[in-house]
């Protein structure tokens, strides 16, 4: 069984960057399409990004153009590399994966806290 564990996140003043990481453990991310996914306090989950196997890439409008997602095959890694962070990113941000043939992310990690201050 595929696990995913988050790392990276913290607390940036605005303006600032941050890299999140994502790593699969206990199997392989080949064929899977790889997100990121953020809630804030009160609000529900959303999307932030995916990732195609082949590099294809979508973004949420809010985060396009400063949030750029990115993935290692050969290490099972996914990146979020977050510019010109707002205080309206805040939130917990949690790596998702799901089979390119589902609708549905079925791998979730555990989160990582990401804090930007005004």
């Known amino acids: 069984q595929v696990q995913l564990v988050e790392s990276g996140g913290g607390l940036v003043q605005a303006g600032g960057s941050l890299r999140l990481s994502c790593a699969a453990s206990g199997g392989t991310f080949r064929r899977f399409v790889l997100a990121w996914f953020r809630q804030a306090p009160g609000k529900e989950r959303e999307f932030v990004a995916d990732?195609?196997?082949?590099?294809?890439?979508y973004y949420a409008d809010s985060v396009k153009g400063r949030f750029t997602i990115s993935r290692d095959n050969a290490k099972n890694m996914v990146y979020l590399q977050m510019n010109t962070l707002k205080p309206d990113d805040t939130a917990v941000y949690y790596c998702?994966?799901?089979?390119?043939?589902?609708?549905?992310?079925?791998?979730w990690g555990q989160g990582t806290q990401v804090t930007v201050s005004s």
């Open positions: 998702a994966a799901r089979l390119s043939s589902l609708d549905q992310y079925h791998l």
């Open positions: 990732i195609r196997w082949s590099g294809g890439t």
